[in-house]
Nanobody
């Protein structure tokens, strides 16, 4: 069992930055692919970014590519999402998730591949 806790959300003006963190506790010895997803009001939850266990592979949704680099520090069991050049349309609850699926299969954007989820952190971008 793995527990995920997100932090770093808040209110920011358009063009600003936030850094989200996701701390993992519990069975962290297993190699997990990690992902970030978000859900805006009235919309389905969607993929944002993912990173492989080693950190050598990353993937992004087109809407955030070049603005939201994902990284991880396995020594601290933490994954980060640096959110730059924020836009009002980035407003959402952001969730981190952990998957035991190998990056090799390319299924990092599929929510059903992720077994563990955090409770989410709210990000609000004002115009």
């Amino acid at each position: 069992q793995v527990q995920l806790v997100e932090s770093g959300g808040g209110l920011v003006q358009a063009g600003g930055s936030l850094r989200l963190s996701c701390a993992a506790a519990g069975r962290t010895s297993t190699s997990y692919m990690m992902g970030w997803f978000r859900q805006a009001p009235g919309k389905e939850r969607e993929f944002v970014a993912a990173i492989s266990w080693s950190g050598s592979n990353t993937a992004y949704a087109d809407s955030v590519k070049g603005r939201f680099p994902i990284s991880r520090d396995n020594a601290k069991n933490t994954v980060f999402l640096q959110m730059n050049s924020l836009k009002p349309e980035d407003t959402a609850v952001y969730y981190c998730a952990a998957s035991q699926t190998s990056w090799h299969w390319g299924r990092y954007s599929l929510q059903y591949e992720y077994k563990y989820w955090g409770q989410g952190t709210q990000v609000t971008v004002s115009s």
